[in-house]
């Protein structure tokens, strides 16, 4: 075989959707991500399917790639993806925002899913044929890798997670930890967000895994094998987004919402509907704002957009039920007579165009997570203002993976709702950040992030006002040309692979 070598990626779900009208490519992150790379492979992608009846196709118009279906039972994912990857390895993963549920059914389901994954998966490699590099993601299959190279696979095999890492005391709660742990040191080279998570993952290595050596960023296993571990902060498509703030359309819509909400302040929220994004501290605490400074009702709005997440599990019913309670409760004692509504709340999935619209209309975007892998939310507002010369203001929590690049960000301790404040709109200077962090690729960062800075003291959750109304050279997305050092697509090679 010539040309480059095929990419394998495995993850949980096919990047694909069916709609009325066919199935189309799904719009999640990932496979925005990871698109260019994989196609210029001659990609495939195995991911997991269940549910309906009708196959899901080998080729999709508009995706490049050979797509393998890992037919999975509903009562296996319910056990494997809905039990213990999103309600025991999921809150763990996120310093126990919730308590995980030990359910050793759970577990059983979930290394028979990682099984079944191996399987497909390993039908990949061709006996005398250059072999795959194969491309394993995140939680749901962090046994996987060591389940490729038992059964004799000869591909260079790689693993990311997309969730933080805990600290080793809180992931040896689980049961099957070194089982986990070993799972994933299967792998070649195994890729975190933030270097906080990476250290974690080596420092339970050390801890719990009593057959290792760990060197530096490498793990060394008694087989004699060496796994080493790396820092790769995933981003956005930068140029991709700001091609896309060019169309009439997202500007149409940019200059309809700015008319509807006139002069008053615009704070946004963008959110899988999912415990862990902090929107409920945000609600909380703009109604202490609220309560607190009565000059400010009817001047701010909260645009709070929520993609829905997880139904089928309680914890996602309660949220949603929690956080449309305190919409309800804010807009019923704030709404002045003849005035707009403090938070505006749409329940639903959103075209990445009108999301767009949205990233250029708002002063402040809020990115409470109590924890978060990374947060993509961030990067593209940062993106869209910078793009546009916005003077918007990003409140980034302390705990996403987010706030260890976006350094120009306001850094916000999400659990002090008490320690809400008002300031001054200044102006941010994104072009100068988005040059950097913000539009990175997963680049090789031989620089690690974290600890190579001071870091900041983070501010209690600040909202912060608008000082100044909006002026006509806020037209944002009249004049969308890259802002000068703004990486794109050109240089988003998710390279680890060629590490
Ligand atoms: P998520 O938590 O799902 O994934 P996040 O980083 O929050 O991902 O990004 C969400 C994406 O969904 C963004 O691209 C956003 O534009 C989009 N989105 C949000 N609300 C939407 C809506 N209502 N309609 C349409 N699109 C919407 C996990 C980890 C993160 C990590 C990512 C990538 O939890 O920490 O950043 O993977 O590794």
Partial sequence: MTGPTQIVVIANRLPIARTPGGWRPASGGLVTALRPVLEASRGAWVGGWSGSKEEPPAHVSGLSLDLRAVPLSPRLVAAYYQGFSNQTLWPLFHDLVHQPIIDRSWWEAYRGANELFAGTAGGFERPREQPPVLWVHDYHLMLLPRLLRRGGSRSRILYFLHTPFPAPELFARLPWRAELLQGVLGADLVGFHTDMYRENFLRACRYLLPEVSVEG???RLPDGRSVRSSTHPISVDARELIKKIGEPRVQRQTRRLREQFGSRTVMLGVDRLDYTKGILQRLRALELLLERRAD???????????EPSRYEEPRYRQIRVEVEQAVGRINGRFTEPGRAVPVRYMYRSMPLSRLLSYYLLADVALVTSLKDGMNLVAKEYVVCQAATQGSGVLVLSEFAGASQELTQAVLCNPFDEEGSRTGSRRRSPWAKQSAGAACRPWAPTSTPTM?????????????????????PDRSGCSSPGTPRGLRGAGDRLPTPLSE
């Fill in 296 to 306: 400010l009702r009817g001047r701010v709005t909260l645009v709070q957009i929520a």
């Fill in 451 to 471: 600890f190579s800075r001071g870091r900041r003291r983070p501010s209690p959750m600040p909202l912060l006002l608008k000082s100044e109304p909006k002026g």
């Fill in 217 to 219: 960023d490498t793990v």
